[in-house]
C-alpha cells in the first residue's frame, strides 16, 4: 500500500504539473482571468474585478482571482505562476477523492484517487486558468468534511463547521453554483434522516460559518456599486439559468450536446467501468424504497444524490458549459473504485495511458493557435520601436493575455456609439475615449486587416495619422498613432 501511495503521488504530480508553464495563456478565458488578476496586482485593489481602470468584470466572484493574484506576486509574472492554482486545486481534489474513498470505496483509496487524476477531463482542465478546478476543489473539501462529519469519527462537530467554511469559499469561487452540493446533502438527508441528537444546531452554525466567509464581499461591492446587485441576481443567476442570453447551447437538447459528451469521453479510459456503475443505479433505487436499505448504504446514497442532483440542475439550466460538471468527476472516481475488479490496474496498460496524457500535454503545448496570447505578444514586440504600454483592439476580438505576456494593459474599443449597461458590457467605450494621449509611442492599435481603410480614414478625419507597424499579422493590422501634419 506504501508503495502504490507513492506511486500515486508521482503520477498526480506529474500530470499536474508537466509542461505546466510551456504555453502561452489561451483567449479568451485564460486570458481573460489573468488579465482580471493582474490588474488587481497593478491597482492594489483586490476588492472590485476589473479588466482595464475603465470597466468592470462581474461574471464570477473574486477568489480565482486572488489566487492567481498571490501566485503571480509571489513566482513573477509567466504562465507557470497563472497555472499554478488549478494545478494545486487538480491535486487537491485527487486528495480528497482518496480521503473520501474510505467511507464510499474502503479499501480502495488509492484507486479513486488514480482513477480521478487519470481520468481525460480533470487532467485536461489540471492546467485551464478557469473557476472550474479551485470550484472542484472547495466543494471537494466540503464534502469530505461533511461525509467525515456524518460517518467517521468524533469530533463531528467541527467537521461539519468545517463543511460550511469550504462551502462559503466555493461561493466566493462561482456564487450559487457552487452550493449545488447542498442539495444533494438535503436530499440525502431527507432519505437517509440524521439520528444524532441536537445535530441541526451544528448544521446552522455551519451555515452561519459559511456565510461569514462569503457574503463580505457581496455586501462590501454591492454598497459600493450602485445597481450591481440587480446585475448579479438578473444576469448571473435568473438569465444563465433561464434564458440563453450568454449563447452557451440553451436548445432543449443541448444538455445531450454538452454534457454527455464531456461525461463520456471525459472519463476515458475508465468509460467503461462507470457504465457498468451506472446500470446498476436502477436495482439500486429500487432497493432504496425500503428505508431500513437506505440507512445501511448511506455512502452510497450521498455519493449518488452528490452526482444526480446537481447533474439534473445544470441539465434544466439553459446556459451549459462542459466544465461546469467538472466537480462531479469527484464523486464519479469514488463510484468508479466502489465497483469489483481489482484494487489497482495493471503497470503496462497504466504506463501506456499516462504517457499518452503527458505527450497530448507535449502536443498542445508547442501547438501553434491563434488563441495564444504569447504569440500575440511576439508578434506586437518585434514590431513596436518602444516598449507597449498599452493594446487597445477596434472592433475585434480582444487578446486579454497580452497583460500576462507583454505587461501591457488591454482595452476593447468601438468606432461607433457605445449603447451598454454598465455591468456586462462588451467594449471599453468608443475608440474617441483611447485617442487623449494615444500619440505617445507606448500605445499600439489593432483592426482587422479588412477594416484597416475604414479605421485609417477615421482617424484622421479626427486629426490623427496612424503609423503601420510592419506587415499584416493574422489578418491584423498593428498601428501607432501621431499627430497629423
Same mark, same amino acid.
Not at 508537466?18 to 508553464?21: D, H, N, R, V
Not at 464531456?262 to 479510459?269: A, D, R, S, V
Not at 487597445?392 to 505576456?405: A, K, S, Y
Given at each position: 500500500?506504501?508503495?502504490?501511495?507513492?506511486?500515486?503521488?508521482a503520477?498526480?504530480?506529474?500530470?499536474?504539473f508537466?509542461?505546466?508553464?510551456t504555453?502561452?495563456?489561451?483567449? =479568451?478565458?485564460?486570458?481573460?482571468?489573468?488579465?482580471?488578476?493582474?490588474v488587481?496586482?497593478?491597482?492594489?485593489?483586490?476588492?472590485?474585478?476589473?479588466?482595464?481602470?475603465?470597466?468592470?468584470?462581474?461574471?464570477?466572484?473574486?477568489?480565482?482571482?486572488?489566487?492567481?493574484?498571490?501566485?503571480?506576486?509571489?513566482?513573477?509574472?509567466?504562465?507557470?505562476?497563472?497555472?499554478?492554482?488549478?494545478?494545486?486545486?487538480?491535486?487537491?481534489?485527487?486528495?480528497?477523492?482518496?480521503?473520501?474513498?474510505?467511507?464510499?470505496?474502503? #479499501?480502495?483509496?488509492?484507486?479513486?484517487?488514480?482513477?480521478?487524476?487519470?481520468?481525460?477531463?480533470?487532467?485536461?482542465a489540471?492546467?485551464?486558468?478557469?473557476?472550474?478546478?479551485? !470550484?472542484?476543489?472547495?466543494?471537494?473539501?466540503?464534502?469530505?468534511?461533511?461525509a467525515?462529519? @456524518?460517518f467517521?469519527?468524533?469530533?463531528?462537530?467541527?467537521?461539519? !463547521?468545517?463543511?460550511?467554511?469550504?462551502?462559503?469559499?466555493?461561493?466566493?469561487?462561482?456564487?450559487?453554483?457552487?452550493? !449545488?452540493?447542498?442539495?444533494?446533502?438535503?436530499?440525502?438527508?431527507?432519505l437517509?434522516?440524521?439520528?444524532? =441528537?441536537?445535530?441541526?444546531?451544528? @448544521?446552522?452554525?455551519?451555515?452561519?460559518?459559511?456565510?461569514?466567509?462569503?457574503?463580505?464581499?457581496?455586501?462590501?461591492?454591492?454598497?459600493?456599486?450602485?445597481?450591481?446587485?440587480?446585475y448579479?441576481?438578473?444576469?448571473?443567476?435568473?438569465?444563465?439559468?433561464?434564458?440563453? @442570453?450568454?449563447?452557451?447551447?440553451?436548445?432543449?437538447?443541448?444538455?445531450?450536446?454538452v454534457?454527455? =459528451?464531456?461525461?463520456? !469521453?471525459?472519463?476515458?479510459?475508465?468509460?467503461?467501468?462507470?457504465?457498468?456503475?451506472?446500470?446498476?443505479?436502477?436495482?439500486t433505487?429500487?432497493?432504496?424504497?425500503?428505508?431500513?436499505?437506505?440507512?445501511?448504504?448511506? =455512502?452510497?446514497?450521498?455519493?449518488?444524490?452528490?452526482?444526480?442532483?446537481?447533474?439534473?440542475?445544470?441539465?434544466?439550466?439553459?446556459?451549459?458549459?462542459p466544465?461546469?460538471?467538472?466537480?462531479?468527476?469527484?464523486?464519479?472516481?469514488?463510484?468508479?473504485?466502489?465497483?469489483?475488479?481489482?484494487? $489497482?490496474p495493471? $503497470?503496462?496498460?497504466l504506463?501506456?495511458?499516462?504517457?499518452?496524457?503527458?505527450?497530448l500535454?507535449?502536443?498542445f503545448?508547442?501547438?501553434?493557435?491563434?488563441?495564444?496570447?504569447?504569440?500575440?505578444?511576439?508578434?506586437?514586440?518585434?514590431?513596436?520601436?518602444?516598449?507597449?504600454?498599452?493594446?487597445?483592439?477596434?472592433?475585434?476580438?480582444?487578446? $486579454?493575455?497580452?497583460?500576462?505576456?507583454l505587461?501591457?494593459?488591454?482595452?476593447?474599443?468601438?468606432?461607433?456609439?457605445?449603447?451598454?449597461?454598465?455591468?456586462?458590457?462588451?467594449?471599453?467605450?468608443?475608440?474617441?475615449?483611447?485617442?487623449?494621449?494615444?500619440?505617445?509611442?507606448?500605445?499600439?492599435?489593432?483592426?482587422?486587416?479588412?477594416?484597416?481603410?475604414?479605421?485609417?480614414?477615421?482617424?484622421r478625419?479626427?486629426g490623427?495619422?496612424?503609423?503601420?507597424? #510592419?506587415?499584416?499579422?493574422?489578418?491584423?493590422?498593428?498601428?501607432?498613432?501621431?499627430?497629423?501634419?
Open positions: 500500500m506504501f508503495f502504490r501511495s507513492c506511486w500515486l503521488v503520477i498526480a504530480c506529474l500530470l499536474a508537466a509542461f505546466l508553464g504555453r502561452g495563456v489561451w483567449d =479568451p478565458d485564460e486570458g481573460r482571468y489573468t488579465n482580471v488578476a493582474l488587481m496586482l497593478d491597482s492594489g485593489d483586490w476588492l472590485s474585478p476589473m479588466r482595464n481602470a475603465e470597466t468592470g468584470h462581474w461574471t464570477k466572484p473574486p477568489m480565482t482571482y486572488w489566487l492567481i493574484a498571490a501566485s503571480v506576486a509571489t513566482f513573477g509574472q509567466n504562465p507557470w505562476a497563472a497555472r499554478l492554482p488549478i494545478a494545486l486545486a487538480y491535486l487537491l481534489c485527487a486528495w480528497c477523492t482518496w480521503k473520501m474513498a474510505r467511507v464510499f470505496a474502503p #479499501g480502495r483509496e488509492a484507486k479513486a484517487a488514480l482513477v480521478f487524476a487519470t481520468m481525460l477531463a480533470p487532467f485536461g489540471s492546467q485551464l486558468v478557469t473557476t472550474d478546478f479551485p !470550484l472542484a476543489a472547495a466543494e471537494s473539501v466540503a464534502m469530505l468534511a461533511y467525515s462529519s @456524518r467517521g469519527a468524533s469530533p463531528r462537530s467541527a467537521w461539519l !463547521l468545517a463543511s460550511g467554511a469550504a462551502f462559503g469559499v466555493a461561493f466566493l469561487v462561482k456564487g450559487p453554483p457552487g452550493l !449545488l452540493p447542498l442539495l444533494a446533502i438535503a436530499a440525502f438527508a431527507w437517509v434522516p440524521s439520528n444524532v =441528537p441536537g445535530r441541526w444546531r451544528w @448544521r446552522v452554525l455551519a451555515y452561519v460559518v459559511g456565510g461569514a466567509i462569503a457574503l463580505p464581499w457581496y455586501v462590501a461591492v454591492v454598497m459600493k456599486h450602485d445597481g450591481l446587485l440587480a448579479f441576481l438578473g444576469a448571473e443567476v435568473i438569465d444563465r439559468v433561464a434564458s440563453d @442570453r450568454f449563447d452557451r447551447h440553451g436548445e432543449w437538447y443541448g444538455w445531450l450536446k454534457y454527455l =459528451p464531456m461525461l463520456l !469521453l471525459g472519463t476515458l479510459p475508465w468509460t467503461g467501468s462507470f457504465a457498468r456503475w451506472v446500470r446498476t443505479w436502477p436495482a433505487w429500487r432497493a432504496w424504497r425500503s428505508r431500513d436499505t437506505r440507512a445501511a448504504d448511506a =455512502p452510497q446514497v450521498l455519493l449518488l444524490a452528490w452526482i444526480a442532483v446537481p447533474l439534473v440542475v445544470f441539465c434544466f439550466a439553459q446556459s451549459r458549459l466544465l461546469y460538471v467538472l466537480p462531479l468527476f469527484v464523486p464519479i472516481a469514488l463510484g468508479i473504485a466502489s465497483m469489483q475488479g481489482p484494487a $489497482w495493471r $503497470w503496462p496498460w504506463a501506456l495511458w499516462i504517457a499518452m496524457l503527458v505527450g500535454r507535449f502536443g503545448a508547442h501547438l501553434p493557435h491563434n488563441k495564444d496570447a504569447g504569440a500575440w505578444a511576439d508578434a506586437i514586440r518585434e514590431r513596436a520601436v518602444e516598449p507597449v504600454h498599452k493594446v487597445v483592439f477596434i472592433d475585434d476580438t480582444v487578446r $486579454w493575455g497580452l497583460h500576462l505576456h505587461d501591457a494593459h488591454v482595452e476593447r474599443r468601438t468606432q461607433g456609439p457605445v449603447d451598454e449597461p454598465a455591468f456586462g458590457r462588451r467594449f471599453d467605450g468608443a475608440l474617441a475615449g483611447a485617442l487623449a494621449g494615444a500619440h505617445l509611442p507606448q500605445t499600439v492599435f489593432v483592426v482587422q486587416e479588412a477594416m484597416w481603410a475604414e479605421v485609417d480614414a477615421h482617424l478625419d479626427q490623427h495619422a496612424p503609423q503601420l507597424l #510592419g506587415t499584416p499579422w493574422r489578418g491584423r493590422r498593428f498601428f501607432l498613432l501621431r499627430p497629423a501634419p
